[in-house]
């Protein structure tokens, strides 16, 4: 349930607050860092720019050009190059005007077209709903981010804009973008390390998301400020005194935390205003690493710290390169203050992260970390995409890696990883690389054996043993944490689910076409080309894996290959199904594209029969389910199968157990089944009467012997007083 939104009053626009900024502006401010002749090609594309743009206008009622200046001068301030620049000042050219990229490229040249492109919607593609067509857009810029770097900041101060003027939109998409903001480009801004752009972003997402809540911290926040403002002005006396009695030069300034960070910790940690201890702070910026730890001593020689908080992040710097040493006091009066203490280029680095590499080129010291840990992301984003081509699932992905709350782990050389908390070892076999996350067996931590799904510890050196036949478990997506993972075990699934269809799909009409009274071999290659030809598959391995997914009924196939009529149905008998002089045997190993119906769980020695599901494959359901009635509609789906003569594999049954209720009876039951060598997937207990209860057992068999033998033994049980086989 969200609140109920108060009336808003639009943002001021840049109008409003003061004299318009205009290009004028923005060349005087570019020419600070930039050749004129740099700055000429600016002011043409702003020419450019407003042609292409003419007669449009915002919601607000301004000209549209103003907009994309207004991207440009957030991207000047940063003092990024010319050339993205001017993508700014074009970034809606191609998505919002008949332009098209060999044009713009024409005009200008094609890394400014590229440029462009990365941060256009995929506005001119059909998809089914507005969440698909979001996913798909944002997979394009975050895949064009990783071939440039730029794209994404340009979005971003694009995004800036947008927000600072989201006030003459309608609630409902106030909130849709404020939401979009939040879950994606506030956390995209945090992990490449910008810091200016990511508060901004999180407060005006926040006060138009959740536009009561956040007028109630405000109030909480202001009237809290007053009470402490003293506090925090004696705290700051007393560190500036303490520096200058040990001949330290540095910045000691208060501050107080964003209004979106407060109530993100109140939110996530359960509690109430009063118990967010830091709120307020003090940061210190100092000229030199070794000038650090020297203020942090004398900050814990001034006021004792409390236990437990504090945090070294220049000798581990976070996932997007910020480096700054953490530590909580006991201030005046006992109130727990946050200290942070770094040097000036961590400062610098902490606000503008990735884009330092422009910004300070020349003399900065830490620029290299955030771009250099961004580009280890990018290529995480790259093995997601390669792992997980689904528009959707890749933006999931993406999203569980913006909100990184680390865990630091080494490697047997010593090489530190940078996890998600709670990351277990398969996320870690995954972040060395994919072939190790793909056959990884176990892990040792701190030399000793775990299981993949141990959560992994700060501190901690992990070390990964791996198979060379092993291969991922689709269990596994319940318990990993990172996206590389999440992506890396189900593109696997994928290929090899695609590889497993192809196999059965092969099989399934080889049978077909033993029916009649021929084989794949022996048919005409020209009849085999047309078939592909009119369904419009590129070869065979494309034809078995539709037919393996149940996309194509294998009958049907058979009967157009061999000459037959293929687009009538097959003749069914008169219980419904398809006559098969051979039928088709399940083995138990076919994988994905074979499953057992949970309705009925069928188990070797059962009568079964299949139908076609299309994109799981074929689903194999006991005769006497009642279920395969309501199927009768789709007679044409059905499949006659049989047990091969020894199906390999364990085969879940359900079974229930009515039995005195005394103190030990399900110990006794479980002990039971397990003499049989069945392991029990799942118990349900209920009390019936006080004097009785029902357990329900999903055990693995490997066919009706073997559950006759277990239900045999159970019946021996004094306490046991029924016994059923399952069957919903």
């Known amino acids: 349930m969200t609140d109920p939104l108060p009336p808003i009053t639009p943002p001021p626009s840049d109008a409003a607050v003061g004299p318009r900024f205009l290009i004028s502006d923005l060349c005087a401010s570019l020419e600070s860092y930039l050749p004129p002749e740099q700055v000429s090609e600016v002011y043409r594309a702003y020419l450019f720019g407003a042609e292409a743009h003419q007669g449009q206008k915002r919601r607000s009622g301004e000209p549209y050009i103003y907009h994309p200046l207004a991207v440009a001068r957030t991207l000047g301030d940063m003092r990024m190059d010319y050339k993205c620049l001017i993508a700014a000042i074009l970034h809606d050219v191609l998505e919002d005007t008949p332009l098209a990229k060999d044009q713009l490229a024409l005009a200008f040249d094609s890394e400014i077209a590229d440029l462009v492109d990365g941060v256009s919607k995929l506005s001119r593609i059909d998809f089914e709903s507005r969440a698909e067509a979001q996913a798909a857009s944002l997979q394009k810029m975050l895949l064009a981010m990783t071939r440039d770097i730029r794209v994404i900041l340009i979005k971003l101060a694009d995004r800036l804009h947008n927000m600072r003027t989201l006030g003459v939109m309608r609630a ?4 849709r973008i404020s939401r979009e903001t939040l879950e994606i480009f506030a956390p995209i801004a945090n ?11 999180e407060e005006l997402g926040f006060s138009h998301y959740w536009p009561w809540r956040h007028l109630v911290l405000e109030r909480a926040v202001q009237k809290a400020s007053g009470a402490r403002q003293e506090l925090l002005s004696t705290v700051e006396t007393g560190i500036k005194r303490r520096l ?9 300034k208060g501050r107080c935390k964003n209004l979106y960070s ?15 201890v830091d709120v307020f702070g003090v940061r210190v910026t100092v000229d030199r690493v070794d000038t650090c730890y020297r203020v942090l001593g004398q900050v814990h020689n001034l006021y004792k710290p409390v236990p437990g908080r504090f945090k070294d992040y220049i000798a581990i710097p976070k996932a997007n390169g910020y480096q700054s040493l953490h530590t909580v006091l006991f201030g005046p009066q006992g109130v727990p203050l946050e200290i942070q203490i770094r040097t000036e280029a961590m400062q610098r680095a902490a606000e503008s992260g990735i884009a330092a590499h422009w910004m300070y080129k020349s003399g900065a010291q830490g620029a ?4 250099n840990l961004a580009n280890d992301w990018l290529q995480n984003l790259l093995d997601m995409q390669r792992g997980d081509g689904n528009p959707q699932d890749f933006l999931d992905n993406v999203k569980v890696d913006l909100f990184p709350d680390e865990v630091y782990v ?8 940078t996890l998600k908390r709670a990351a277990t070892v398969v996320d870690f076999a995954y972040a060395i690389h994919s072939d190790v996350g793909n056959t990884c067996v176990a892990g040792r931590i701190d030399r000793r054996l775990a299981a993949l799904s ?20 689709p269990g596994w ?3 990993v944490v990172t996206g590389k993972a999440r992506a890396g075990i189900r593109g696997f699934l994928k290929n090899l689910k695609a590889k497993e269809a192809e196999d059965l799909g092969r099989r399934l009409l080889g049978a077909e076409l033993g029916s009649l009274g021929t084989d794949l071999d022996q048919l005409p290659p020209a009849r085999i080309l047309d078939y592909l030809k009119d369904a419009g598959l590129p070869e065979t391995a494309a034809l078995f894996a539709d037919i393996g997914l149940g996309n194509r009924l294998p009958a049907l196939v058979a009967r157009r290959l061999a000459g037959g009529e293929g687009d009538a149905a097959p003749a069914v008998s008169e219980d419904g199904a398809e006559p098969h002089p051979h039928r088709f045997a399940i083995r138990g190993t076919e994988g994905m594209v074979v499953s057992f119906a949970r309705c009925c769980r069928p188990i070797p020695g059962d009568a079964i029969a299949a139908v076609f599901s299309p994109g799981r494959g074929i689903v194999v359901h006991r005769q006497e389910c009642r279920n395969l009635g309501s199927l009768e509609s789709k007679r044409n789906k059905r499949l006659d199968v049989e047990w091969a003569a020894e199906p390999d594999g364990d085969f879940p049954v359900e079974i229930r157990v009515d039995i005195g209720n005394r103190r030990g009876a399900l110990a006794v039951v479980a002990g039971a089944i397990a003499e049989q060598g069945s392991n029990i997937e799942n118990v349900q207990s209920q009390d019936r009467d006080g004097q009785t209860s029902t357990l329900e057992f999903l055990v693995a068999v490997r066919g009706r012997k073997h559950l006759a033998r277990i239900m045999r033994r159970l019946r021996q049980i004094p306490l046991v007083m029924r016994i059923t086989r399952v069957s919903r």
Request: net charge positive; no cysteine.
């Open 172 to 175: 409902e998409s106030r909130r």
């Open 191 to 201: 992990r490449l390390g910008i810091n200016s752009i990511r508060v901004e972003l």
């Open 244 to 252: 200058q009695q040990e001949a330290i030069q540095g910045e000691v």
């Open 262 to 276: 407060i109530y993100r910790k109140m939110r996530e940690k359960r509690r109430s205003f009063s118990e967010v």
């Open 368 to 371: 290299a970390a955030p771009a």
């Open 410 to 417: 080494f490697t047997p050389k010593g090489r530190i990883l």
């Open 454 to 473: 141990t959560p992994l510890r700060s501190g901690q050196t992990v070390d990964i043993i791996t198979a060379p036949g092993a291969k991922p478990n």
């Open 477 to 479: 997506l319940g318990f």
